[in-house]
């Protein structure tokens, strides 16, 4: 009755109030901004679009490393915002085909293959060869750059070494082989002299405008297989300059109409003080202490663009080129100035300006590009728009030294990527990448790509073992097992590790920890694996299932594993139509089965040739298939798809270890063979015969043969006689053990 009254009070019955959890925090990206020098808060302008402009190669010669850690970098940046924060990435990247360099290099190897298709007599080489050393010894002796000036004098000796030996063959009249022999080594090492030289005489001569479009054209061409190679994302939009002349000669013909640009002799300029000095404009935002350096540029105009008269034709030192009038033996475009070509800085304005508008999200690029490249393209492109936000976010990577050394190609200190290739994979050069700051310098070097192999390694290895977990037979309710501590513990260090990957990736894209933490979360599981194996226990399916997909999608993101596999790198390369593993892996765990059994029944009838040809299809048959055999006592073998050079590597790295083990037991063993046989030949003296042989010492002995006078003939002091007489009972007892030896027929 009671209750009833109460529940009456009440009235009628309904739900209690509903609160929400007050949550945490959440993170937002911060990327390391070089207009601000500080992490700022990323924010694009569109939602979740993000406009994306990068700087891409002046297509000259060979891509280096140091473009590799650029485009590498940007690629994991993307990678991480398009399939890490889901933003919606539009990425344009130029191609520089019309630069100062390549219209150098294009003249000059013209003229060098016209100069060897001519063939010039040995003597006419030699003296070619002096004339183009007098003009290379000028431009030696004006360098003051220490490094340039190095490599310079690296030029001239190897030109000295191969110019005395043609010199003399052809002075003591040697067969017409070893002149010809000679005059091609000579004519090798001169290339770049020759070619400064012939550039300078007739370069130009050279009117043909096709001249300057071969070399961009290959060279462009081989970058895209280098990056391809390097698994690095195409660009939605490539812009060529010389595809963009007409858009570049109306960008500048805008921004002399705004009144930030002037014509000087067929040139056009921008007016760098007339821009600082208007309100709503400021020049040299990324480094505005970098202003008035004139060395760099004149590295911004280019080699051909320095001259006295080019100089002189600007109202200040700080303007800088937006269209240059062609000389002699440079390419040429129509225009409202007269014939002439593209500035550098122009060509990113224009082009990224007519894909992207007149404001960017991003814009990336090396850091030596700061200034004045992309100082000048914020001025030029604000100029032409009349706004201050060009670009939002300018992000920076880092520079790369070689061994701790600075790389340049003007240098010719560099390691092209086919190289680099040839001696690490693509995923090996990624994961270096991703262990470091994509905004400070990576040092390439032994110890970075080691650091990146074994790494790996131990993602693999991890992966393997994983699989073959998932591969024991279960029946579907078998695949659900009761949790313990130790899955919650793993449990929760997995969601511990989620959450300090995400805090990573929004410092900044910390790929650095990121790593690491990775690394953390695989020891933990190894040593889970390894405490329920140590049980008997089955480990976890699900558990470690989700760990390592988990791992391997965040490897996905990065760039570092290419196949749609849901765990682990892929086997058998990405060329590979077929699932490897998939296919021959039901037939590997039959043999190892087999092979197990058979290996029990060999043990037990004791038949050790089976056991030994179980062993020798472990370590040399299967290796050479990319099958690992992973023997474990009172537990299944393991069964691992590796790659087969790696196998091999570990086989030959296994192979020394035990040589080197056997080298050290029979050093050992040698060592004390030759103690025993020192020890036995020093027993088998008697005492009385011990002294006697140091005729160097003593002088006389007594009817024991104890010493008792010095060489000198003096008495032996009590201090000496009672370290002797040890000695002398030593050898005593020794020789009655020999003597023992002896009689028992154990003395050899």
Not at 36 to 42: G, Q, S
Not at 271 to 292: C, I, N, Q, R, W
Not at 382 to 390: G, K
Not at 456 to 484: H, S, Y
């Amino acid at each position: 009755m009671a209750a009833a009254a109460a529940e009456q009070g009440k009235g009628k019955r309904v739900q209690p109030p509903w609160s929400p959890p007050e949550g945490t925090k959440h993170s937002r990206l911060c990327l390391y901004n070089s207009l601000t020098r500080n992490k700022e808060v990323f924010q694009p302008q569109n939602g979740k679009k993000v406009l994306w402009y990068c700087c891409g190669p002046t297509v000259y010669d060979a891509s280096h490393m140091g473009h590799a850690r650029s485009y590498i970098s940007f690629d994991i940046l993307r990678r991480i915002l398009r399939d890490y924060f889901k933003y919606d990435i539009f990425y344009c990247m130029n191609i520089t085909d019309i630069d100062d360099k390549i219209i150098k290099r294009a003249r000059q190897n013209y003229l060098f293959e016209r100069y060897r298709e001519n063939k010039s007599t040995p003597d006419q080489l030699l003296e070619d060869v002096k004339t183009a050393s007098e003009l290379f010894s000028v431009k030696l002796n004006e360098t003051t750059d220490p490094d340039k000036k190095q490599m310079l004098e690296r030029i001239q000796n190897a030109v000295k070494s191969a110019f005395d030996p043609l010199q003399e063959a052809v002075q003591a009249k040697l067969p017409a082989e070893e002149i010809n022999r000679c005059h091609e080594i000579l004519l090798e090492e001169a290339k770049d002299l020759l070619s400064d030289w012939l550039d300078t005489k007739f370069g130009s001569q050279l009117i043909d405008n096709s001249i300057f479009s071969k070399l961009p054209k290959f060279w462009e061409g081989e970058f895209h297989k280098d990056m391809e190679a390097l698994n690095v994302l195409p660009p939605d939009v490539l812009t060529r300059v010389s595809e963009y002349v007409p858009e570049i000669v109306d960008f500048v013909k805008k921004i002399v109409d705004n009144g930030y640009g002037y014509v000087s002799n067929g040139s056009v300029y921008f007016d760098t003080m007339k821009f600082d000095s208007s309100e709503k404009h400021s020049y040299a935002k990324l480094v505005p202490e970098a202003v008035g350096d004139q060395k760099a540029l004149q590295e911004g105009e280019g080699d051909l663009s320095i001259s006295a008269d080019r100089l002189s034709e600007k109202h200040s030192p700080n303007d800088f080129a937006l269209w240059k009038s062609s000389k002699p033996g440079e390419p040429s475009w129509d225009s409202p100035w007269g014939k002439g070509r593209p500035g550098w800085h122009i060509e990113c304005s224009a082009m990224a300006g007519s894909i992207l508008g007149e404001s960017m999200d991003i814009h990336g690029g090396g850091f030596d590009l700061r200034f004045p490249h992309h100082d000048n393209e914020l001025a030029q492109s604000e100029a032409y728009f009349e706004n201050d936000h060009w670009v939002r976010y300018f992000l920076h990577t880092g520079h790369l030294t070689i061994a701790g050394c600075k790389m340049s190609k003007s240098l010719k200190n560099f390691i092209t990527i086919k190289d680099a290739l040839k001696k690490h994979t693509a995923r090996q050069l990624r994961l270096a990448f991703l262990m470091h700051s994509w905004k400070d310098t990576l040092d390439y070097s032994n110890n970075t790509m080691e650091s990146a192999i074994q790494y790996e390694k131990f993602m693999n290895e991890f992966f393997l073992n994983v699989k073959d977990i998932l591969r024991a037979p279960t029946d579907v309710t078998g695949q659900f097992q009761k949790w313990e501590n130790q899955e919650a513990e793993l449990n929760k260090n997995f969601y511990d590790k989620k959450a300090a990957i995400h805090e990573a990736l929004c410092d900044n894209i910390d790929t650095r920890s990121v790593l690491e933490e990775m690394r953390s979360l695989v020891s933990q599981s190894n040593s889970y694996i390894a405490a329920k194996k140590s049980s008997r226990q089955m480990p976890n399916r699900l558990l470690l299932e989700n760990i390592s997909s988990y791992l391997s999608q965040m490897l996905k993101i990065f760039g570092a594993i290419e196949s749609d596999d849901a765990i682990g790198f892929p086997v058998g390369g990405n060329s590979q139509n077929i699932n490897i593993e998939s296919t021959v892996m039901p037939y590997l765990q039959v043999l190892s089965e087999f092979r197990e059994g058979v290996r029990q029944i060999a043990r037990e009838k004791k038949v050790t040739e089976v056991l030994q040809l179980s062993d020798a299809l472990r370590d040399d048959i299967l290796p050479e298939l990319g099958v690992r055999f992973e023997d474990h006592e009172g537990l299944p073998t393991v069964v691992k798809l590796v790659d087969k050079d790696t196998l091999l590597k570990e086989r030959e790295e296994k192979k020394k270890i035990e040589e080197e083990k056997k080298r050290k037991k029979e050093e050992a063993a040698r060592k004390k063979q030759q103690q025993e046989a020192a020890k036995l030949a020093k027993m088998k003296i008697p005492p009385h015969e011990m002294f006697k042989s140091e005729h160097d010492k003593y002088s006389m002995f007594d009817e024991n043969g104890f010493p008792t006078h010095d060489t000198e003939g003096k008495e032996l002091s009590k201090g000496q006689i009672k370290k002797l007489k040890k000695l002398y009972e030593t050898q005593e007892k020794l020789y009655k053990e020999y003597l023992q030896m002896v009689q028992n027929g154990s003395a050899n």
